[in-house]
């Protein structure tokens, strides 16, 4: 069984960052593929952004593409997911997943385990 804790949301303001991290306790945790969810009001949750478990290769929503970066430190159970020059529309709950995989999947029925969610609110 894996918990996943996020933090590091925030208000902030257009062209703003943020970090925010997930960190998770359990076993194994190198052995699970991760990823990073938002889901604005009223919308769907969306895929952001995801992870091999071996900090291989990574795969974002063409949206985020160029502004995001998600990385994990193993030895801390922790994945981050790094947020440059924020937009309004970045507004969101943001969430971190995690499936007991090599590598990530699109669909949110693709992971097991989910955190609580941190918020995320882009002035303009």
């Known amino acids: 069984q894996v918990q996943l804790v996020d933090a590091g949301g925030g208000l902030v303001q257009a062209g703003g960052s943020l970090r925010l991290s997930c960190v998770a306790s359990?076993?194994?945790?190198?052995?699970?593929?991760m990823a990073w969810f938002r889901q604005a009001p009223g919308k769907e949750r969306e895929f952001v952004a995801g992870?091999?478990?071996?900090?291989?290769?990574?795969a974002y929503a063409d949206s985020v593409k160029g502004r995001f970066t998600i990385s994990r430190d193993n030895a801390k159970n922790t994945v981050y997911l790094q947020i440059n020059s924020l937009k309004p529309e970045d507004t969101a709950v943001y969430y971190c997943?995690?499936?007991?995989?090599?590598?990530?999947?699109?669909?949110?029925?693709?992971?097991?385990?989910w955190g609580q969610g941190t918020q995320v609110t882009v002035s303009s």
């Open positions: 992870l091999k478990w071996n900090r291989g290769s990574t």
């Open positions: 997943a995690a499936r007991l995989s090599l590598t990530w999947t699109v669909p949110t029925s693709g992971y097991e385990y």
């Open positions: 359990g076993p194994t945790f190198s052995n699970y593929a």
